[in-house]
């Protein structure tokens, strides 16, 4: 297992309550509360004591508010782009790939409220994602290539038949 697996199998066995404080936690920084800071602390350090590879403290902050919001089933091979995709609505197609753009050209920092716009879309559709690589791609965001990956399985996508 890997440590970026191992770091979602632990945000997934989470109790309600930690969950629910860490929703309080959503659009704040690491440092804006002991409470949120401690309970972080206690899921991502252990891991990155074991192993280097685990996710850098920025992502993985980011993806356990994330995840604490929207704890949407994980499932391999599900990208956020793809399922993005098959979620675009027919009318305003233009806007919702607009929109999608957008999120591509934020940095990390600033990536948050498009995140959670996204997983909204995905639980309204009761779909699932592959927490594993989203907290692998947001690691690297800052490669062009990355965002560009993100953007071809979008569009690759868009072209089958949208299920939603």
Partial sequence: MTATEEYIAKLAQMKPGELGLL???A???LDESVD??????????????????APRREVAWLIAKLYACRPIPHSPGETLARQLSQCQPHK???RFTQRFDRMLAKPLGKLEPHLRWALDLLAAK?????WVKLTDDLSIWERESKRLEWAKQFLASEKEEAPC
């Fill in 36 to 53: 949120g800071f401690d309970l972080f602390t206690g899921l991502w350090w252990p891991l990155r004591q074991k192993n280097e590879r």
């Fill in 23 to 25: 929703r309080t936690h």
């Fill in 126 to 130: 009761n779909l699932k994602l592959d």
């Fill in 27 to 29: 659009g704040q920084g």
């Fill in 92 to 94: 305003e197609k233009e």
